[in-house]
């Protein structure tokens, strides 16, 4: 139903634009500015109430089509009606691969200026114990 209702409003949007790009801007309908090219096609006045009446019609049917919509999607995903902004992260998909462990990072070069014991970390501390003689 709602793809229906989405294709059907696409349609209405398309046309919706192709009527008002095909309006004149001073209102003479039709892009007609004589009766030169077409011969009497319709009159100034006709055109103009047809266009008219066309976009009005499609206007209406766009805004119809957008609340019938919003109303449909309101509960759309989620039963509860939350937005989907508040539900966890999707988790990334891992590779079918089997990984490596993780390797720790090589520490970063010094930068240049600095003393390179600032740098670079201290190993830790490590107590090595000698066993007592008796």
Known sequence: MITV???LQAFVTLALIGVVLIQRSEGGGLGLGSSQGM???MTGRGTANL??????VLATAFMALSLILALL?????????ESILNGPIPAASAPASK???TKPLAP???IPGESSSANTPSPPATTTQVPAKN
């Open 73 to 81: 999607y309101k509960n759309g995903g989620t039963s509860s009606g």
């Open 108 to 110: 970063l070069p010094p």
């Open 5 to 7: 209702l989405l294709v």
């Open 99 to 101: 990984k490596s462990p």
């Open 51 to 56: 266009l008219t009446r066309t976009t009005a």
């Open 39 to 41: 011969g009497n096609f």
